[in-house]
């Protein structure tokens, strides 16, 4: 089970990873389509806003993925010392709590989408409801990222260690 879960986080990464890294060459365009229709030509308005929207949805979706290779700011010189019975816990209380806040991120980004949806963009006249979408998306896939970060921490067999600084003998000491 745990293996079809890291191959569809796989999967779902590998999609993710494309798509900002579109976004990310879209967005260069834009601005220098922005830029070079300023300098030269009459300023084409709605690439400011397009470039905006971009942005947006780059953050999130970018924040997934740094979520998902654990990227994103951690103290772990204190969990790193524990046992190996102790950091587990703690692990998967940090993955109980991420994902609560998560599934809250998405019930929240939800009906603030469904809030905007009736406005439209000044130049591109979207509805924002597409805008927003990015928001319960990113903490929807985020989520499931939790999960089988939690999912590991239990079905995987604990290390055979004595607590922080203990050598197999495979490997020397500090």
């Given at each position: ?43 084409v308005g709605w690439t400011e ?77 979207i509805s924002m409801y597409y ?15 939790a999960l089988v970060d939690l ?24």
């Amino acid at each position: 089970m745990l293996q079809a879960l890291t191959a569809i986080e796989r999967g779902m990464d590998a999609v993710l990873q494309r798509v900002v890294f579109i976004g990310i060459v879209a967005l260069i365009a834009l601005m220098t389509l922005q830029i070079v229709s300023r300098v030269l030509f009459t300023a084409v308005g709605w690439t400011e806003e397009a470039s905006r929207f971009l942005l947006v949805w780059i953050t999130f979706l970018g924040a997934t993925l740094a979520y998902q290779r654990g990227r994103h700011i951690a103290v772990t010189f204190l969990l790193e010392r524990m046992p190996d019975g102790l950091q587990r816990t703690c692990r998967a209380a940090v993955s109980l709590i991420a994902i609560a806040f998560l599934l809250v991120l998405v019930v929240v980004g939800y009906r603030y989408m469904e809030m905007q949806a009736f406005q439209r963009s000044a130049s591109l006249r979207i509805s924002m409801y597409y805008v927003y979408s990015v928001m319960p998306a990113s903490a929807a896939i985020m989520s499931y990222y939790a999960l089988v970060d939690l999912l590991e921490v239990i079905l995987r067999p604990a290390r055979d260690s004595d607590g922080p600084g203990s050598a197999s003998p495979e490997t020397p000491g500090p």
